[in-house]
């Protein structure tokens, strides 16, 4: 079963602006993570953040963990066309192994 | 580095046919998994492997089997193809519990 949950499912923007896209999940966890996946690619870890940790930056993007809520965002600021992807939550699903929820359809146009 | 490649990039099976899916790191990364992904989902856990001679099951093992071969290589075989299989197969590796790698993927298509 699917423990995180994106939303929305798809997102469309313009360049420049910014694009949040947020994650529900259902039990305690040690960290989440955030990945990308362009069309027909691999996944790309963009970033992980922990149980105690309620905000973290890298470049352009912003994470937001609420453990209180069992609910975490990515926002990415300045938007580019290079940023259009699939975004993926994943929490511990057990041994290392991940749990992906189904995703954010992110278009940017430019 | 290579990171985590797969092989083949792209199959077609007809059902009852068998296959089997390589990858290999080369991250020095005890951890390993195979997922598949079907259209407008997420990753499932197929198989994974903790650590070099170790295997577990996942959510979706049926259909599968797993070898880890070795540190670097864990190989996905599919004994006999079913439509049901037709997927895109991800393979990653990890050390602990932080940040997966992610193989290119391998299309399979099982008529």
């Known amino acids: 079963s699917q423990q995180g949950e994106e939303d929305p499912q798809a997102l469309s923007i313009q360049e420049g602006e910014n694009a949040t896209m947020n994650c529900s999940y259902k039990t305690s966890i040690n960290n989440l993570q955030w990945y990308r996946q362009n069309s027909g690619r691999g996944l790309v870890h963009l970033i992980l953040i922990r149980s105690n940790e309620r905000e973290k930056h890298s470049g352009r993007l912003r994470v937001t963990l609420d453990t209180s809520k069992k609910s975490s965002s990515l926002l990415i600021t300045a938007s580019r066309a290079a940023d259009t992807a699939s975004y993926f939550c994943?929490?511990?699903?057990?041994?290392?192994?991940?749990?992906f929820g189904k995703g954010t359809s992110l278009l940017v146009t430019p | 580095n290579a990171g985590v490649t797969q092989t083949p990039k792209f199959q077609v099976l007809k059902t009852g046919q068998s296959m089997t899916l390589q990858c290999a790191q080369d991250?020095?990364?005890?951890?390993m998994y195979w997922y598949r992904q079907d259209p407008g989902m997420g990753l499932r856990l197929i198989y994974y492997?903790?650590?070099?001679?170790?295997?577990d099951k996942g959510e979706v093992p049926n259909g599968y089997n797993v070898s880890r071969l070795n540190k670097r290589e864990f190989s996905l075989r599919l004994e006999s193809a079913a439509p049901s299989q037709t997927s895109v197969y991800f393979c990653?590796?990890?050390?602990?519990?932080?940040?997966?790698?992610f193989g290119p993927g391998t299309r399979l298509t099982v008529l």
């Open positions: 991250m020095n990364h005890n951890s």
């Open positions: 492997s903790a650590s070099e001679g170790t295997t």
């Open positions: 994943a929490t511990e699903l057990f041994r290392y192994a991940l749990n």
């Open positions: 990653a590796s990890s050390e602990g519990a932080d940040t997966q790698y």
